[in-house]
């Protein structure tokens, strides 16, 4: 499990989960677009609620890359928390990014549909891939038996 941890492969798998819940969360969830009032609106930003959880993860996995990057730069690759560290340091700011958005109040249009087609799914898939990447973390605290 440490070695999946500190490869590369944990963090492709942590987005695509982020994507795919995200998606799964604006089909479960789905929006109507009654609150917003514009068709015109509505029609975008279903497109938008679609295409948001894989654009998201697309840019956190670059974020993710060019801090393991550094990471390999400075020489910290034997550190196996950094890695989980730097995964929620890629996905965090889209749980922040979500809640925000869900807690404005909705005055505009754009504003309401915002809310409703990309807030709230992107607040279920970037704090499901967070929880996630802390529970897979656990074992990275329990000390292993070396001989």
């Known amino acids: ?3 999946f941890l500190a490869s590369g492969w944990f963090s ?8 795919g819940v995200t998606a799964a969360a604006f089909a479960i969830l ?10 015109e609106i509505v029609k ?3 497109i ?20 393991n990057l550094l990471r390999r730069l400075f020489r910290a690759r034997r550190v196996s928390v950094l ?6 340091i890629g996905i965090v ?3 922040i990014f979500a809640w925000q958005i869900t807690g404005e109040p909705p005055f505009t249009p754009i504003a309401r549909g915002a809310v409703e ?3 709230r799914p992107l607040l279920w898939g970037s704090l499901v891939a967070t929880l996630l990447t802390i529970f897979f973390s656990i074992p990275l605290f329990i000390p292993s038996k070396k001989k």
């Open 12 to 19: 492709f798998l942590i987005c695509v989960i982020m994507a």
């Open 48 to 67: 938008a609620g679609w295409a948001v959880g894989p654009f998201v993860a697309l840019l956190s996995l670059i974020l993710i890359g060019i801090l």
């Open 93 to 95: 700011p889209w749980v």
């Open 44 to 46: 975008y930003m279903k």
């Open 83 to 88: 890695h989980p560290v730097i995964v929620l």
């Open 117 to 119: 087609f990309i807030g």
């Open 1 to 3: 499990m440490r070695r």
């Open 30 to 39: 789905k929006p109507t677009g009654d609150a917003v009032g514009n068709s």
